[in-house]
């Protein structure tokens, strides 16, 4: 955590000095500049400690003094972080309250501050002299790191011990649900290729890889297959000679001849010796628990290349050290169903009762309990043992269900579930450790939006900048992507790029960051009565009952995020509570219960990140134009249909989101609406995303301006728009995402002769086409991934148009084809998973032919009202697993219900409009 803190100051202090402070605020301001020079000092020292915590910050420390030594490193870091928060503050006040004032009130206005800049020179000071005794204190107790980077004391020299994995339990007698997984692996390593194969088992910790894997190696029929074999545990802090040197002694053990001096050869001549030992050999070696690729590198040299039907084997938590095996080689294990986990739970637990079956009287509390597990196996096996000592009274059960976190975070008989899962988390860099605990903040089983959460790292100054080649949104979409690969976080869904939409905290990791986030003062959650009593240290706090908040939030001016999960949260209190936010970086108020922007927010200079989204605000006050560090503001789902002149003084903003909702199902044409902007917001220079906003003459010429744009949305273009329109898109070259809407349902948008958009990855296309017919530019969307078209008044059947977009994921068709026949030839649409058609109500007839959209696994058909028969050739979607039906024909449905055709599909939903 330590680590993750410094990480944190190094970011911000970065950020302060790169602002041009001094010129911005006047060249008399010395005590600002001494303030800046003196954080220029703190800088130095901080890179220093953050260079000393790598070292030592990846083992867990049993060494009481070091431990209490870091404990003082994070305090010290926290206050440097509020002073360099109140400098940015009282920067950004000063600025705002000089802007188009008199050079006399200028001066008279920044006078006003001086003691405000002397007080944040001398608190500088005092964290350079914290820093300074740290450092001594240090020395003074003998808390050094050995080259390895392990903590050691001069009165208690030992090897730090490292966390249990899942290891420590043998849960291989009663293992259920890999069978499928033992019988997979089994195959890999007696049949298939004569070539070294690599095979991975991956997944996060306490899943069974290791269980799995050495069920496997002991398998009489496995060790006959090969010649010799090994299994080393590689470990997040390996040692390549120790490795190297207990692979030759277990792979030799059966020699009569083994080479003599081992254990005191160097890397090099042990890599020498087992190269030409298995040269000749059919060999079976296990990684197990190998964390990262670097440990390959040398191991790979060693093993050389065989031809003998040898094999490796790689356990891992992290998937790109999985990736060193090819893709049928490798199994992701996945938590177990819920019969299989109430199976080995009931196993573990009743272990003397007949049957092993949970007594009746016990059920409810068991089921919550085994729920709470989430199909992790060594959860599921520790907390079963634990409990089969228990008496079977039912308050006991009940009791223990209702302190079960407390128990994994304090039982010594749980310790081996922690253990297991703190390792994934002890081994993240300071950098992805922020991120990662900034998880923690989200309530229980909440889908986390991959977009939301990267604004918010980006708002709270955890991604760093690389320069102009590439966005922080980008580099964010790295660190979440390392952090999924380590089995952290479980992606739910995915989008049309494959990329992690939407993901997932198991609730036992949850439970581990929520306690290492409150212990470390790093968040708070909100969600009993109680809590609210410890917030004073917390940085950040997310409410997620209403009920567990009181009248005032203690400690409100040390909080950097406040996010609002539960709605019902009082207008009154909003206003009350963000008084005291004075350092506020991200402030998300979604749902609540305001119809007007609370005052305070326009003076809460340090704001980052402002959503206001699904509220009942009507307007934007021109005031907020003075949060000049703004980066994401979002309006969607509010009655706000205007935005003042003032907002393109946010010369900062990456995201602007606005969008009124008129309709949810959207089946009529004006379901939603964009807001009205002056044509001046295209001096934002670092909009990245933009939508919803109504087009007028002067914005489509300026669009070009925008040339970071990588999402568009705009609404109410008309037909003598679209030229001008065109020609901004076509030199936005990051241009991704589009959406087009036309003023009204007749309005006819005339894209003919347009050049293509061949980067286009998201087309939304509403309103009518000119001369009824797909335009000839969607020939140049070669990178099209997702396509959205709606009443189009179509007079041919637009499928053959599109059948040239082999990309094609996603398509949506609502009222775009007035035509009866609708037909999808073979091989058309080889990538398409999801098609949506609605409300084209003389489509009577579908043609499908055998090899048309071959991955199709979802389809919606909406008000096809003269569709009375189940299209032809359906039972050619063989990978259709799912459709909704919504306001069809009673004959259709009853045929679908009838027929054959619709057997193969897993579930079919009927709805009817109410």
Partial sequence: MAEAVVYVVLGKIAASLGRDAINAIGKEASDLLEAENNMKQLEIEFRVMKAFLIQVTMCSSRNLAFDAWLDEVKRVSHDAEDVIDGYEYLLGQSTTQTQGCSSLKKLWRRSKHVGGWRSITEQLKQIEVRLSKLTSMRDRYGITISAEGEV???????QLEHALDSTCINIEDEVVGIE???SWLVQQLIHGQEEQTIVSVCGMGGLGKTTLVRQVYKKDEIKQNFDCSAWISVSQSYNIEHLLRELLKQLQEKEKDIPRHVDTRDAASLVQTLTDFL????????????????AWVLLNHAL?????????????????VASLADVEHGIQLKTLGKEEAWDLFCRKAFPRLEGKTCPQSLIYWAEKI???????PLAIVAIGSLLSHKKLYENDWKSFYHQLDWHIGNNAELSSVRNALDLSINHLPGNLKNCFLYCGIFPEDYEIRRAELIRLWIAEGFIEERGASITMEEVGNEYLNEIAQRSLLQVVRRDVDGMAETLQMHDLVRDIVVSKCASGKFSLLLDNSRDAMHSREARRVSVLKADSIEDTLDGGEKIRSFILFDPRVSSAWVETATGNFKLLRVLSLESAEITKLPDVVTTLFNLRYLDLSYTNLKVVPKALCKLTKLQMLNLSGTDVVELPLQIKELAKLRVLLT????DYDARIFDCFQGAKVHSGICLLKDMQELGYIEANKDLVVSLCNMTLLRIFKITKVKREHIKELWTSITRLAHLSHLLIISYAKEE???????????????FYLKGKLHGGVIPTIFSGFRKLRDLRMGWSRLQADPIPSFAHLSHLVELHLYRVYEGQIMTFRAGWFPKLEKLYLADMEQLSCMEVEAGTMPILNYMELIGLRSMLVVPAGFQNLTSLQQIVLMDMPVEFMTMVREQDCAKHIHLILHRLRQ
Avoid: A, F
């Fill in 152 to 158: 050691s004391h001069t009165s208690q020299n030992g």
């Fill in 180 to 182: 499928k997984e033992t």
């Fill in 279 to 294: 040269q000749d050999k059919r060999y079976l070696i296990v990684l197990d628990d190998m964390w990262s690729r670097d």
């Fill in 304 to 320: 050389g290349i065989s031809k003998n039907g040898s094999r490796i084997i790689i356990t891992t938590r992290n998937e790109d």
């Fill in 370 to 376: 085994v729920d709470k597990c989430e199909g992790l």
């Fill in 659 to 662: 969008k009124v909702n008129h």
């Fill in 748 to 762: 006819v948008l005339d894209l003919e002769n347009l050049d293509p958009l061949p980067n286009l990855e998201w």
